[in-house]
């Protein structure tokens, strides 16, 4: 649910072992230079403010994580980190390697990490990653009160009480011990995500320089960020680590939309993909074919009720009959062939840990019994409107004509799309009358990721802010898998959660995305990342 | 005195009746005798049909598409789908015939109240001079300078949040308004000018002299005479508006969905020209294309009739 912050650089890479095949290889003259795609709207590459596909992209190789993702599995695996371990799910302790350093030559120790962390948990800085820090002893303290205007100016009424996270706590040069509010097994799972990456103390002290111009301990530095031109970047020859591509410098130019792909058609960039349209032609053309990659992607486009209105969204036959008439299948292969699959569960399934296709039986197309819901549930007002509310972006306002021409055509309920620029604002303050368009984007690769953050409140009253749902039953089986003393365990009560989702039908999964990229004939090993849908860089080869 | 050719050529001038009434007559009489105003005339007179009787031509709800339906080639008459359907499986030719309303009635309402304005205001500023010309003036020149399309892009996506409901009048207000403050200034010169040439002929003094009021004599003497170049200028000032809300539609800020118009459609279809469906972007562009070059025709004929300085 959180379009604008498209998160998750969970870009990984293989175990060396599997992913470089050994260094037996000789391809690649380590000279070559690979061009790409960076979207315009990109206006920062702080770590701790990155949180959208783009960027997060970029940074990737521009920094390290403590842990890494494997590319298949995205299980996490200890990258910076020597060792993380925790007795209790709770006090979590990190051991650092030793000897790493930035770019700028600053040793990569648990100061690193707890400078960048309590600045981006730090309230009034008003940094784009920082509620990944609540679960953290001593996040609430920091928050205070302030105002951020459009221009990102920070206006602060209320002084928060502390500067510092209390829960972090520097041992010793190499160790972080790190206090939760709670028992949280999937913590160490967080940590690679570009949230939690590390900044030089140089960065910290002039934050405007650093977020044109970072200064980041991966195997890449920035050379020149031309804002909304281009961004170039060079291999940093110092990088200790052994995940590192072969070529030299990547130049990314930046565009607006899906203008890129007349460029890459001409040969100027070496990875793009085609607007809707261009589709058909682009995967009937044998040679742009078979350069072309697929992958699942993670994040859920779904159906929001405004169940905090009652009838009748929060009828849950309703729900079902809206879920039941829209034509999933068909709409994608019809409207955005190629991007999307149509969703039958509201954790990606066989993306994460925990998710499994088919938890939502009203997925599936069926007027018939849609129609029978809704009678069911008490019909719909004669002649009223069903309102759509969506954010202006062309892909989503296609795909939901399409949905609300489903529901007219089946439930007799005409309908209307109201696409909106303040989106966000106006969904958190329920001024929505009729169903929304709704987007998950998963930060980091566990299944409790696509429901704690989007159905649960503590609220009995109020229910959540996006919905008005509420469940115990839900809200017990999360805490119960948040205090689970391993993962796996954890997991399991997670999809217990999602089974009580599912009876709820307390959204309508659409669909997932799918990853689509077609490539030069200059690349090779082109691996897309889950989260992303980028290219994952360090996988990389260039011929 | 009585000269009998002098008395002969009065007696004719006479006969031939109020001078604005020859006129009209004979720039009719001319128009009949020309084969593309005919062709014209019945291309502009069937669309304005389709505008006005839109189930006489088709009886498929538009809006009703069904997704499975999508982008099924033309099936021409007989089929269920004559001009096939589009990417969402709506009905091609049931869009294109509940598309024309909005882009005529747009053009009709936007060129309407231009001229009302135009006439109004270039009348009064003929007639009066002095500061009520001055000011009238220097209002037309301010809206002149500043360019139609900078200006209805900029004001449309200024406003395109405020909802003003789904009727058929308010789905296009926006662009009506926004075009009509922007068309009315060429009504305004054009009168303004034939007004300050015809106030000061004998008969219009004659009236004065006679004691008719200011108003008698700008709406029964004066508007007649500028009348004629203001009718000529109105079928091409239409075809211009109807071009102009497809460009503002192509832009995605004139007529808004769930409105259909040529424009939108011409949208829409341009995108899949490439991918095979080709049909969707030339049947609205076809029709827009036939529409426009009528009133054209229509308007660069009426005006070599009724100007009577390209005689």
Redesign the interface.
């Known amino acids: 649910m959180k379009t604008a912050r498209l998160a998750a650089g969970l870009t990984a890479l293989a175990l060396v072992v599997t992913g470089c095949g050994g260094g037996d290889e000789s391809e690649g003259d380590g000279d070559a230079t690979v061009k790409l795609t960076l979207s315009q709207d990109v206006d920062t590459l702080l770590p701790m403010d990155s949180n959208v596909s783009d960027n997060i992209s970029v940074l990737d190789v521009v920094y390290d994580g403590l842990v890494r993702y494997d590319p298949k599995t995205t299980k996490p695996y200890n990258y910076v980190a020597e060792d993380i371990s925790s007795s209790d799910n709770t006090v979590w302790t990190i051991k650092i390697k030793d000897g790493l350093t930035f770019q700028n030559d600053e040793p990569v120790d648990a100061e690193a990490f707890a400078r960048a962390w309590n600045y981006a948990a730090y309230g009034p800085n008003a940094m784009g990653n920082n509620y990944f820090f609540e679960r953290v002893a001593g996040y609430d303290e920091m928050q205070g009160e302030y105002e951020e205007d459009d221009e990102g100016n920070v206006t602060v009424t209320t002084e928060p009480t502390a500067k510092e996270l209390s829960g972090v706590k520097v041992v010793d040069p190499q160790t972080l011990e790190v206090t939760l509010n709670g028992p949280f097994a999937g913590f160490a799972t967080m940590l690679g995500y570009t949230g939690f990456f590390p900044i030089a103390q140089e960065c910290l002290d002039d934050i405007e320089a650093c977020s044109t111009q970072p200064i980041g301990n991966g195997p890449f530095e920035i050379e020149e960020w031309d804002q909304g031109q281009s961004l170039t970047a060079n291999k940093w020859d110092d990088y200790s680590l052994e995940e590192t591509p072969d070529f030299s410098r990547i130049e990314w130019t930046e565009y607006s939309g899906d203008s890129d792909w007349a460029d890459f058609e001409a040969g100027d960039i070496d990875a793009s993909f085609p607007p809707p349209a261009e589709w058909q032609a682009a995967v009937s053309d044998p040679d742009l074919s078979s350069r072309m990659v697929e992958g699942p992607g993670a994040a859920l486009s779904y159906v929001g009720f405004p169940m905090y209105l009652g009838k009748p969204f929060d009828d849950v036959e309703f729900r079902k009959a809206i879920s039941m008439a829209i034509d999933r299948d068909t709409i994608i292969e019809k409207v955005v062939p190629g991007r999307f699959v149509a969703a039958d569960s509201w954790v990606v399934p066989d993306g994460v840990p925990g998710g499994v296709a088919g938890t939502c039986e009203f997925c599936t197309f069926d007027p018939d019994a849609a129609k029978a819901a809704l009678a069911k549930a008490g019909g719909w007002p004669k002649d009223k409107k069903l309102i759509i509310h969506l954010g202006e972006d062309p892909e989503s306002e296609a795909i939901f004509k399409a949905v609300g021409d489903s529901i007219q055509l089946n439930l007799g309920i005409p309908y209307e799309l109201d696409p909106t620029p303040d989106y966000f604002d106006r969904r958190s303050a329920r001024d929505f009358t009729g169903i929304m368009r709704a987007n998950w984007f998963p930060d980091y690769p566990l299944n409790e990721n696509y429901l704690a953050p989007v159905y649960a409140s503590g609220d009995p009253k109020e229910g959540n802010t996006n919905f008005g749902y509420y469940n115990a039953d839900f809200e017990a089986l999360i805490q119960e898998g948040d205090a689970a003393p391993d993962l796996e365990t954890a997991v399991t009560k997670y999809q217990e959660a999602e089974k009580v989702l599912a009876s709820d039908m307390a959204s309508a999964p659409v669909a997932f995305s799918k990853n689509v990229m077609f490539y030069s004939d200059r690349l090779d090993n082109v691996v897309l990342d889950p989260f992303s849908g980028e290219v994952k860089l360090r996988l990389l080869q260039v011929n | 005195m009585s000269d009998p050719s002098v008395s002969a050529l009065i007696a004719e001038e006479t006969q031939s009746g109020v001078p604005s009434r020859s006129l009209w007559s004979e720039a009719f009489r001319t128009l009949r005798r020309r084969p593309d105003v005919i062709l014209a005339t019945i291309v502009a007179v069937f669309f304005l049909l389709v505008a006005l009787f839109p189930f006489l031509f088709t009886s498929k709800d538009p ?6 339906e ?2 099924l080639p033309p099936q021409w008459f007989g089929g269920e789908h004559p001009f096939g359907t589009n ?4 009905d091609v030719l049931a869009q294109l015939v509940h598309g024309t309303r909005p882009s005529l009635l747009l053009a009709f309402i936007v060129v309407g109240v231009s001229v009302l304005i135009g006439v109004t205001l270039g009348t009064v500023s003929g007639y009066y001079l002095g500061i009520v010309d001055a000011v009238v003036s220097r209002i037309v020149e301010v809206f002149l300078v500043i360019p139609l399309l900078l200006a209805a892009l900029l004001l449309l996506s200024l406003f395109r ?1 405020i909802d003003l409901g ?1 009727g058929p009048v308010s789905t296009i207000a926006q662009p009506a308004i926004v075009l009509t403050m922007f068309a009315w200034m060429g009504y305004t010169r054009y009168v303004r000018a034939s007004v300050l040439e015809t106030k000061n002929l004998d008969y219009v003094t004659a009236a004065r002299v006679l004691g008719a009021s200011d108003l008698r004599i700008m709406v029964r003497h004066v508007l007649p005479n500028a009348i004629g170049t203001v009718t000529a200028l109105v079928p091409t000032a239409i075809a211009a508006v109807i071009g102009t809300e497809a460009v503002l539609a192509f832009l995605g800020i004139g007529v808004r ?2 409105a259909v118009s040529w424009g939108i459609m011409i949208e829409e279809g341009s ?6 469906s080709e049909y969707l972007l030339l049947f609205p562009l076809g029709c827009l294309m036939a529409t426009v070059l009528a009133f054209v025709v229509i308007g660069d004929n009426l005006r070599d009739a009724l100007d009577p300085k390209l005689k």
Do not use: E, L, V
């Not at chain 2, 809006?63 to 499975?68: E, S, T």
């Not at chain 2, 995108?271 to 095979?276: A, P, S």
């Open positions: 809006q009703r598409c069904d997704i499975a999508s982008r990417a969402y499986g709506c949040n789904d969905p769930p995108q899949w020209f490439t991918g095979g």
